[in-house]
């Protein structure tokens, strides 16, 4: 499916993840400016040396940013102004994982326990604060122009109340929250609030190896473009406060 994005600038967080990637080459495809964002700028320059090879990279900016650090994502915000004049569109894809407390949490599932509190914490801070972090700095700008696409990048309602997949589910769940108030705190604005979902287990780092799946049967991370993609051009004008599950896309 191609959108026509010429006249949009839209920020990506988790932009070298498996899902972010995917995204940061669909809407540079479709025209869009894109600002990919990523913690790591190893992972960054691996990237933009890739999309140099497909002549797609003088649209892309490339920031290492924590969206865990407020002052961080400001930054973040006025460095796309000041490259591209505006902020059409802001993805907030960026996240921790569950391999983070251990690989085999999928069929070992977590306990309280074993959880550090600074893990709670720092999940909470990448997951769900780093969301609004980004919207807080992005939204004087959107509102400014009248125009604006928050895509929040959240998961299953499964994920989000399964036992044992703490920290990670209820963050994802506190973002579903925040999608649906600040949708209906913008209504009106011209900014808009949707949310996205794979649908299932998707291949990327975040299902590892010892998961009890095949990656030949995991969603695709680039099923994820398209709606994103729809949402960010001239169709998704008036849908806000809904939610978009790409495998059914």
């Known amino acids: 499916m191609s959108i026509d994005l010429s006249e949009r600038v839209i920020v990506v967080t988790g932009a070298a993840g498996g899902i972010g990637s995917a995204v940061v080459r669909a809407l540079l495809s479709d025209g869009a400016s894109v600002v990919a964002a990523d913690v790591s700028q190893t992972s960054l320059s691996v990237l933009v040396q890739d999309l140099e090879t497909v002549g797609r990279s003088e649209r892309l900016l490339d920031v290492e940013a924590d969206v865990s650090d407020s002052e961080a994502c400001a930054r ?43 893990i709670w ?4 801070r990448v997951n769900l604060s780093g969301a609004w972090y980004m919207t807080r700095y992005a939204i004087p700008h959107m509102k400014a122009r009248g125009f604006g696409r928050i895509i ?54 975040m299902v590892p190896d010892q998961a009890p799946y095949k990656r030949e049967d995991l969603i695709p991370p680039a099923k994820m473009a398209d709606p994103i993609a729809w949402i960010c051009g001239e169709a998704g004008d008036d849908v806000t406060g809904q939610r978009f599950v790409a495998a059914n896309w």
């Not at 102004?81 to 977590?110: E, K, P, Q, T």
């Not at 914490?121 to 909470?124: E, S």
């Open 76 to 118: 973040l915000i006025e460095e796309t102004v000041a490259r591209f004049g505006r902020i059409d569109g802001l993805v907030n894809n960026a996240a921790l994982g569950m391999g983070l407390v251990r690989m085999d949490h999928m069929s070992n599932l977590v306990g309280i326990e074993e959880l550090d509190p600074h």
């Open 121 to 124: 914490d720092r999940f909470l």
């Open 152 to 205: 929040n990048v959240s998961t299953s309602f499964f994920t989000m109340l399964r036992a044992g997949f703490h920290p990670y589910g209820p963050a994802k769940a506190g973002m579903e929250a925040m999608s649906a108030a600040h949708a209906a705190e913008f209504a009106g604005t011209g900014v808009t609030v949707n949310v996205v979902v794979p649908g299932g287990p998707t291949d990327t780092p």
